[in-house]
């Protein structure tokens, strides 16, 4: 394996930095683990994605892209339609993070694939590109806003922005910079367009304008790619500089952090996947409150007190003590710790529903759910701790920030996941097929064999 090499920080500022490195990047120089990973984004990002594309929102999007006349470059998953590759984008983009149901890192502070994925898919699927050219495409991307990520820090998220909106641009602008196969100072080009539109706002967490994040971001980078391709100008160190985007949008601005590495590590090998379709921040006391509800002296009659132990950076975003629809419930620790503590299975996409929200079981646990907030917590750990009137205090501590490094073990849970997610709706064939050609992505000389089973939902 080559190694990619870095730029001189003394010749170039942290934006130019990384189109450089961006552009060289050759898919001989990303370890195997990094590549394997990328399958394993892709995947879980087109099965979310077809999932998603039934959601209410994805609807909206898709009959305001309809009523202005939709292109025919690149394929809008599950609807089995096309639209122009910026349509494309926006609309897969907001599918895809429909659910809450897709992968985080936690240098990013966001979701990585879901604003990288549908843009390059996008150009690719346009262009003709193949297998391997949407790989390095989609490695690139996710690198370059992770350490963007890295460069914010906590700052940046704590403020509310969110990171997958904001960040995200740089990511969708370089993924699709990579295919285009623009030169670096283009490149350049391309990230300094896509953050003089970044936004993201995470005060709209719950609402359907936290999927659109993802979807803009994909959109925004995919045009800032295209704009620069043609000209398009911009300031080549919109990242850094005094009056750029680390600094007004509150970044701790940590160079060391952004360029540690570069060219030998990998942030796509440190991604999480989820297996509960809610929000990352609730995942850790849904595994503790699954444990508790196993342990035999549990006994959700006597249940007195439920004290949930958590990162204080989750108040704000994951507090909503009384959820009515199936997105608040993404957000709400008091309901989903009351859903697993009843044993239903928080995996399943149906159960985050208005229905779920007033059953009236689940409503008598959440309300003796009480949140502490704990400063020395990190975000993905927690503890739940069960009183009940018996006197037996029950507890159970869980931390998810750790990646799975057996990646043939990961492999096997996300094609489950896959195939839960998928197979419903375009059936065990398509679904089976997609599975395949995207373990043998490097391999494919099309994306026809990836995305055509999965274009359109099979009518039941």
């Given at each position: 394996?080559?190694?990619?090499a870095?730029t001189?920080?003394?010749?170039?500022?942290?934006?130019?930095?990384l189109?450089?490195?961006?552009?060289?990047?050759?898919?001989?120089?990303?370890?195997?683990?990094?590549?394997?990973n990328a399958?394993?984004?892709?995947?879980?990002?087109?099965?979310?994605?077809?999932?998603?594309?039934?959601?209410?929102?994805?609807?909206?999007?898709?009959?305001?892209?309809?009523?202005?006349?939709?292109?025919?470059?690149?394929?809008?998953?599950?609807?089995?339609?096309?639209?122009?590759?910026s349509?494309?984008?926006?609309?897969?983009?907001?599918?895809?993070?429909?659910?809450?149901?897709?992968?985080?890192?936690?240098?990013?502070?966001?979701?990585?694939?879901?604003?990288?994925?549908?843009?390059?898919?996008?150009i690719?699927?346009r262009d003709?590109?193949?297998?391997?050219d949407?790989?390095?495409a989609?490695?690139?991307?996710?690198?370059?806003?992770?350490?963007?990520?890295?460069?914010?820090?906590?700052?940046?998220?704590?403020?509310g922005?969110?990171?997958?909106?904001?960040?995200?641009?740089?990511?969708?602008?370089?993924?699709?910079?990579?295919?285009?196969k623009?030169?670096?100072?283009?490149?350049?080009?391309?990230?300094?367009?896509?953050?003089?539109?970044?936004?993201?706002?995470?005060?709209?967490?719950?609402?359907?304008?936290?999927?659109?994040?993802?979807?803009?971001?994909?959109?925004?980078?995919?045009?800032?790619?295209?704009?620069?391709?043609?000209?398009?100008?911009?300031?080549?160190?919109?990242?850094?500089?005094?009056?750029?985007?680390?600094?007004?949008?509150?970044?701790?601005?940590?160079?060391?952090?952004?360029?540690?590495?570069?060219?030998?590590?990998?942030?796509?090998?440190?991604?999480?996947?989820?297996?509960?379709?809610?929000?990352?921040?609730?995942?850790?006391?849904?595994?503790?409150?699954?444990?508790?509800?196993?342990?035999?002296?549990?006994?959700t009659?006597?249940?007195?007190?439920?004290?949930?132990?958590?990162?204080?950076?989750?108040?704000?975003?994951?507090?909503?003590?009384?959820p009515?629809?199936?997105?608040?419930?993404?957000?709400?620790?008091?309901?989903?710790?009351?859903m697993?503590?009843?044993?239903?299975?928080?995996?399943?996409?149906?159960?985050?529903?208005?229905?779920?929200?007033?059953?009236?079981?689940?409503?008598?646990?959440?309300?003796?759910?009480?949140?502490?907030?704990?400063?020395?917590?990190?975000?993905?750990?927690?503890?739940?701790?069960?009183h009940?009137?018996?006197?037996?205090?029950?507890?159970?501590?869980?931390?998810?920030?750790?990646?799975?490094?057996?990646?043939?073990?990961?492999?096997d849970?996300?094609?489950?996941?896959?195939?839960?997610?998928?197979v419903?709706?375009?059936?065990?064939?398509?679904?089976?097929?997609?599975?395949?050609?995207?373990?043998?992505?490097?391999?494919?000389?099309?994306?026809?064999s990836?995305?055509?089973?999965i274009?359109?939902?099979?009518?039941?």
């Open positions: 394996m080559e190694t990619a870095t001189s920080s003394q010749r170039y500022g942290l934006t130019e930095q189109a450089h490195w961006s552009s060289e990047l050759t898919l001989e120089q990303v370890p195997e683990s990094a590549q394997i399958k394993h984004c892709l995947l879980d990002w087109l099965g979310v994605t077809l999932a998603g594309a039934q959601d209410e929102l994805v609807g909206i999007l898709h009959d305001t892209a309809n009523m202005e006349g939709l292109g025919t470059q690149a394929s809008l998953i599950g609807q089995g339609q096309t639209a122009s590759a349509q494309a984008a926006l609309i897969n983009g907001a599918a895809g993070h429909a659910l809450d149901y897709d992968d985080v890192v936690r240098i990013f502070r966001g979701h990585p694939t879901a604003p990288v994925a549908p843009s390059v898919l996008a690719a699927e003709g590109c193949s297998g391997a949407l790989m390095l989609l490695i690139a991307g996710i690198e370059v806003e992770s350490r963007i990520g890295g460069y914010m820090g906590d700052p940046h998220y704590l403020k922005w969110h990171a997958t909106g904001t960040t995200g641009h740089f990511g969708s602008a370089a993924g699709v910079s990579k295919l285009l623009l030169d670096a100072a283009t490149t350049a080009n391309a990230l300094g367009i896509a953050g003089t539109q970044a936004a993201g706002l995470k005060a709209n967490f719950g609402t359907m304008c936290k999927p659109l994040h993802a979807g803009k971001a994909a959109m925004n980078g995919l045009l800032s790619a295209e704009w620069a391709k043609r000209g398009f100008t911009s300031r080549h160190n919109i990242v850094e500089r005094v009056d750029g985007f680390g600094e007004n949008f509150g970044g701790e601005c940590n160079v060391d952090t952004a360029l540690e590495g570069l060219g030998e590590k990998f942030h796509l090998t440190d991604l999480l996947f989820k297996y509960h379709a809610a929000c990352y921040g609730v995942h850790s006391p849904i595994e503790c409150a699954k444990r508790i509800s196993k342990n035999p002296a549990f006994n009659e006597k249940v007195v007190k439920i004290e949930v132990r958590h990162a204080a950076r989750l108040k704000g975003m994951c507090d909503q003590p009384k009515e629809t199936g997105l608040e419930i993404k957000f709400s620790l008091y309901m989903t710790t009351a697993a503590l009843s044993g239903l299975d928080t995996g399943r996409l149906d159960v985050y529903s208005p229905i779920t929200a007033k059953k009236a079981d689940l409503i008598k646990l959440r309300d003796k759910v009480t949140l502490i907030a704990e400063d020395t917590f990190t975000p993905n750990q927690s503890e739940v701790i069960v009940q009137d018996d006197g037996t205090v029950i507890r159970e501590t869980d931390d998810l920030a750790k990646p799975n490094r057996d990646l043939s073990s990961q492999w849970k996300l094609s489950s996941k896959f195939r839960a997610l998928t419903p709706l375009v059936g065990e064939k398509n679904a089976e097929t997609t599975i395949a050609s995207v373990w043998n992505l490097e391999d494919q000389t099309s994306l026809s990836v995305i055509s089973p274009e359109g939902v099979i009518a039941n």
